[in-house]
């Protein structure tokens, strides 16, 4: 077998992305095909029905549960404030009479002659989705939301943490090799996102969420230093949902790892602009990459896409994302055709690779991933 196609980690100063971007619920799509969009248009809407709460009346009034419904004073079906009387007892020869508020704000939706309870139905929540980069609709997904294409320059990361943040690209350090530190962030990195050389401090972690920047992007982080800053082991689960207030990728795994100088150079050259950047990292079934995107003039050529096919082939440029190998950067030497057994026992196909600071080794095919530019 000469060649092969595997899924690659994008470096691209030039290429063209679809985002799907989609409701948790039915809603109604707020755009049409061929408008252009900002990150932050709402593409799409939802309410979502708001949480039913129980009022214990019959309890509360002393009577029997089958009476209670005698005693509401607002129809169900009608809405009401918190602190509102929706119910009062008859009391004795009119006086001695209780007043029962309701707890919650909303609508009545039901009384029980069973329990005597009185269901609230709280105010539904408006949920919507955003673009969440710069670009046009390139399709739109009936009653859920669309797609987004934007042509852009796009760096995927091995790793990241934390939701979709929008700012404007700071480098921090002179070369793909320096280290961020808390004093390189600067008061002024507000709402930007802040880029490091071969990995970032806890310090410059807490100093850039101290000042309000929207994210990092290093080659490295030390997995303790995350553990340090989110206050758990994140584990092996898909990130992205984190409590935090800024979001980190780091493009070559764990510990302090050079910036591959390529993607360093890039991110030079979009220092100043606007990015839309996206923490959420999941390895194994139904891959998602943190990224960052640039949008970029456009222009008459035909790009490929981000989504498609990547050929494995001698002179690929590769990384390991597994063990003993993991975050390793190589370039494919042969694709030996035959199956050969790994430590595990299992027979898998293979290729060589010319591994930065290893010379020439042997990686299952499943344990790379291209780096696509």
Known sequence: MGSAYTPGLTVSSDIVVRKSRRLPIKG???????????????????????????????EKLGVEPNEAKGFLQVPVGEGVAAGQIIAESKGFLGMFKSSIPSEYE??????????????????????????????????????????????????????GVGGERTGVIR??????????????????????IVVGGSGMTLGAI????????????????????????????????????????????????????????RTFELLLDLDGKRASMNGATQIRAG?????????????????????????????????AIREPYFGKLGVVTDLPAQLQVVESGTEVRVLKAKVDGLGEVVIPRANVEIIAT
């Open 28 to 58: 109604e799509v707020l755009v049409t095909v061929g408008q252009k969009v900002e990150p932050d248009t709402v593409v799409a809407r939802a309410m979502l029905p708001g949480a039913l709460q129980t009022i214990k009346l019959a």
């Open 106 to 159: 909303g609508t009545i939706e039901a009384v029980s002659e069973v329990s005597g309870h009185v269901l609230v139905r709280e105010p539904s929540i408006p949920v919507g989705v955003d673009a969440y980069v710069e670009g046009s609709i390139h399709e739109l997904l009936p009653g859920e939301g669309a797609i987004v294409e934007t042509r852009c320059a796009m760096v995927q990361g091995i790793f």
């Open 171 to 192: 480098v921090a350090v002179p070369t793909p090799e320096q280290v961020l530190e808390a004093s390189d962030i600067l008061a002024t990195d507000s709402g930007r």
């Open 206 to 261: 807490r100093r850039a969420a101290e000042v309000g920047a929207c994210g990092i992007l290093a080659g490295g982080i030390k997995d303790s230093d995350l553990v340090e800053f989110l206050g758990y082991d994140i584990g092996v689960a898909i990130t992205g949902q984190e409590s935090i207030n800024l979001s980190l990728v780091v493009t070559e795994g764990f510990g302090f790892l050079p910036m591959a100088r």
């Open 287 to 319: 891959v998602i990459r943190p990224e960052i995107i640039v949008p970029v003039a456009k222009g008459a050529s035909k790009l490929p896409e981000a989504d498609s096919a990547f050929e494995l082939k001698p002179g690929t440029p590769i990384r």
